[in-house]
């Protein structure tokens, strides 16, 4: 079985995924919400947990600022407590110089996850929203 170079056109170089190659991209707002990320450490010995804050988020993507410089695996969760949101899971696509990550969930968040993120969120353009408990 021979390899194609790299570089070359192949079939396989077409392949496209849905979820990053093809889906629309949603309208990024501003939060501020307190957030934990959860990854394993040495294979699954153990489970290590960071704070972080949610400075940005869509129902795709989000992007986090982290409190100290840690090495940080492709995947991992994310867990928002007081939106009561956990397990949500994670590919880290970018690590900026400002101490923020831009990351994609592997799941759409829904609109009802987005209401109770923005009415526990602390930034002033969610100052006013309320919980309609009707639609729990």
Known sequence: MTAAPIGKSHFLNKEESFMYDREA???MHDTMNAARIEYTENGVMNMAQRRCDVLQISETEAVL????????????????PDARISKVGCILMRVNTNNTIQVRFLKMLTKKEMNRIFVFSTHPNHRDMTIDLRAW
Request: aromatic letters at 22%; a positive charge; hydrophobic letters at 35%.
């Open 25 to 27: 991209r949603f309208q």
């Open 65 to 80: 600022g982290i409190i100290t410089q840690y090495h940080l695996p492709k995947q991992f969760y994310l867990d928002i």
